[in-house]
């Protein structure tokens, strides 16, 4: 991120005034949310946060392959930048069939089931840290 000084007084800039942009400072933003399916790469979220200044990407994910493949390119990519990657189970209380789970246990038991394989595939890269989304 950078803040831009365009100079001048009132809402527009003066016409002798050239832009100048300063880097954000490092401590600006703790972390963003994101999405798994940005067009961006994993390296080039990184590089987007780290010209934020921000250490932790927070970013939705289900037992999907799909899904959990691109998440799990997302946390080789913190790791080996030194970021953190703050992973939610984005469970709700439909299956996949978008039918309302047929119990609280049956809604309980997808949700482990769905966590143990994410976190299983991205303790490898570093993740720690979950959140569950049970709406």
Known sequence: MYLVDVGGSGSSPSANTQPVTTP???????????HFDYRYSPAQVVSIMKGLGCSTYRVGC????????AVVNLGKAFQSAGMTLFVLIDLG?????????????????????????????????G????????R
């Open 24 to 34: 954000a400072k490092t401590d600006t933003f703790y972390g963003i949310n994101g």
């Open 62 to 69: 289900i037992g999907d392959p799909a899904q959990l493949n």
């Open 93 to 125: 209380i439909y299956d996949s069939n978008r039918e309302l789970f047929a119990s609280e246990s049956v809604a309980f038991n997808r949700g482990q089931s769905c966590a143990a394989t994410v976190a299983a595939a991205l303790a490898p890269y």
């Open 127 to 134: 993740v720690t840290m979950m959140s569950a989304a049970m």
